[in-house]
């Protein structure tokens, strides 16, 4: 939801909407509010992006409620961006006063604190709030933030992990590259967070990766995920969104067989196991090739009966 203030705070093309995001697949939601006379809008940084919570609201429940997406689940992370205004208890009151009373309702979202399976969710909203504090001004307190992480580290390079409940969060957010010079080395970390984690690590794991990042004034989000001159012919830098397409492609396009294999295993041979949340700027580019790769993620790898985020 950050559509206006460009070059320093707009990550989405005017081109396409909330409504239109949802039905190209995307189903993870950045949502910065502010609360501007009693009322939360949607902000990225200091710029208003024309759109109330009620509105956001509005949009998903027309989509969840729609026959053809009903079974679809969508999750939302919402983040205060008026913290040196207003208090993180005010916020989180009018957050969960709005919740209540916008389309659908409490009864739309999944509240409780932990990671569900796609059986417990389909046709809700799980809350990813990275607001919040420790719980005052929402009713369950902690138990009723949704996923609620209680460390989040400015820009930590090299990522960190936390807990939600048995789950372990692996979380990469280096979002202050110095420049554009540094794209290679942010997909490096982006990308290899959505691999497996090591089989020693007890019990689930979610991986959560930010492809965006922004600096001033060498690493606008437009130049990170697109890139910089032409460098298809060498002049320029590779943009963060077709590098990991490209990186997908490799692994999705990798098989391995053994002529002992039946054509069963011959299928699911050494496919990739890339699991995660992927939340990227400018997500049509380059041509609208990375969200499907993503989605095609979901279907490689899997075992019999496997549902949900967890490999």
């Avoid at 697109?226 to 997908?248: A, D, F, Y």
């Amino acid at each position: 939801m950050a559509f206006y203030g460009w070059p320093v705070s707009q990550c989405q093309s005017l081109s396409t909407p909330l409504a239109i995001q949802l039905r190209a697949g995307i189903r993870v939601l950045d949502v910065r509010l502010a609360i501007i006379k009693s009322r939360l809008i949607a902000y990225h940084g200091i710029y208003p992006q024309r759109a109330s919570f009620q509105e956001i609201l509005a949009t998903v429940h027309t989509f969840l409620t729609d026959p053809e997406t009903a079974r679809e689940t969508i999750v939302m992370s919402i983040k205060q961006e008026d913290f040196a205004k207003n208090s993180y208890i005010d916020f989180s009151r009018l957050v969960q006063d709005e919740i209540a009373k916008g389309p659908g309702g409490r009864k739309m979202w999944f509240l409780k604190n932990k990671v569900p399976s796609l059986g417990e969710v389909r046709g809700k909203v799980v809350m990813f709030s990275r607001f919040g504090g420790n719980g005052e001004g929402w009713d369950d307190a902690l138990e009723g933030l949704g996923i609620h992480p209680l460390v989040w580290p400015d820009s930590a390079k090299s990522g960190f992990s936390w807990h939600c409940k048995k789950t372990l969060v692996r979380t990469h957010d280096w979002y202050d590259i110095p420049s554009f010079l540094a794209i290679p080395e942010k997909v490096a970390l982006a990308t290899r967070i959505l691999l497996p984690a090591p089989n020693n690590l007890p019990g689930p794991t979610l991986s959560i990766s930010f492809l965006s990042a922004a600096s001033f004034p060498f690493a606008f989000p437009p130049t990170i995920a697109g890139g910089v001159g032409w460098p298809k012919v060498g002049l320029g830098v590779e943009g963060v969104n077709s590098r990991v397409t490209h990186w997908l492609l490799t692994l999705l396009g990798r098989r391995s067989f053994n002529s002992a294999m039946s054509i069963e295993e011959k299928i699911l041979a050494d496919e990739p196991c890339i699991r995660g949340w992927v939340l990227m700027d400018f997500f049509t580019d380059p041509e609208a090739g990375l969200v499907p790769l993503l989605i095609e993620c979901n279907f490689r790898g899997r075992q019999s009966g496997e549902e949900g985020w967890h490999c």
